[in-house]
């Protein structure tokens, strides 16, 4: 394959890792190497992707790996065996190689819904939304960010390891949804600890991250309610940039989330308006539309900022995200 196949190998190990549909895999890609270079992979050993994955993963190559005539690969037949003998989780773990060589590793629910919630999952619209950060790291260096429904983490945890913000305030208000976060941000070298409030912070420490002049950034978790949250609470963040992904999902969520941005705007003080960004996958029409008339309503001006066509992270369908820019 010349020189496209170290490129293709890459994106095998990626999509694997990230746990990604097995037909959006580069199956040219195949044999002894790309088994050991994905179900082997030191990251697949510590944070293995879910059993039936990587059952299917791996029944998959071997058949092609045996369509070729090859030679039987002992260590694929034997890794397949060790799986067929683990019982199944209700959790599992992602990871996704960040362009810096670094890594975002997640614990996720086996489920898209689990304990009532859909934030033990990472969505489609913050893979997005950490690739714009990353190609627009000014916005958010040296910055105070506070990302609304923080969920798995991933978003914000990939813009503290690439983009140099000063303080980064995580929030949700599920319990579990808290807990988990807390666990990925200890995965990926973030000091975190049970009982998280708004007078909760902590330095970061850890894995360092890569690049240069790069500094880990201050974290604090926060469990916020949007209905009950006081203008007083939200004039002690002090947040320069506003982000959300996959929140817009729901009718009651859409207004929940419209009194939240009129609560910071109001609770600003003399300081200028945070930058808000917010992320999400058009999958009703209507609720999009409702969000944009909502926004309307209350006199927040919004304007489209077109998501990447090209992403790190690994769509095998594009889905129809889009980010909007409030401004409050």
């Not at 209700?90 to 489920?111: F, I, M, R, W």
């Not at 009129?262 to 009703?284: G, M, Y």
């Amino acid at each position: 394959m010349g020189e496209s196949w170290p490129r293709l190998l890459l994106l095998f190990q990626r999509r694997f890792l990230a746990a990604r549909p097995l037909r959006s895999l580069p199956w040219q890609v195949r044999g002894a190497r790309a088994g050991r270079d994905t179900i082997l992979h030191p990251l697949c050993v510590k944070y293995p992707p879910s059993a039936k994955y990587r059952r299917g993963f791996l029944t998959e190559l071997i058949k092609k790996h045996e369509s070729t005539a090859a030679e039987p690969l002992d260590e694929l037949y034997n890794a397949l065996a060790d799986i067929l003998k683990e019982e199944e989780s209700t959790h599992c773990y992602k990871n996704y190689l960040l362009p810096t060589g670094d890594c975002v590793s997640l614990q996720e629910s086996t489920a898209l819904i689990s304990g009532g919630t859909t934030g033990l999952v990472t969505w489609e619209a913050a893979l997005h939304l950490a690739q714009w950060a990353m190609d627009n790291p000014g916005v958010f260096r040296d910055r105070t960010i506070l990302e609304l429904g923080s969920g798995t983490g991933f978003t914000g945890i990939a813009i503290c390891k690439t983009c140099q913000p000063r303080t980064f305030i995580f929030s949700d208000c599920h319990p579990r949804v808290l807990r988990q976060l807390g666990e990925n941000l200890r995965l990926n070298g973030f000091i975190s600890e049970p009982g998280v409030t708004w007078s909760f912070q902590t330095e970061s420490q850890g894995q360092e991250v890569e690049g240069e002049n790069c500094q880990n950034p201050k974290v604090i978790v926060a469990e916020l309610d949007w209905g009950s949250v006081t203008e007083n609470q939200l004039l002690g963040v002090r947040a320069d940039v506003v982000i959300a992904a996959d929140v817009v999902y729901d009718p009651e969520i859409i207004l929940a989330l419209i009194g939240m941005l009129q609560k910071l705007s109001t609770s600003r003080a003399d300081r200028k308006a945070p930058e808000v960004f917010i992320a999400f996958t058009i999958r009703n029409p209507d609720t999009y539309q409702l969000f944009q008339a909502e926004l309307d309503k209350v006199g927040i001006r919004w304007q489209i900022i077109p998501a990447q066509s090209s992403c790190n992270f690994l769509y095998d369908v594009q889905p129809d995200v889009m980010i909007l820019q409030l401004f409050i």
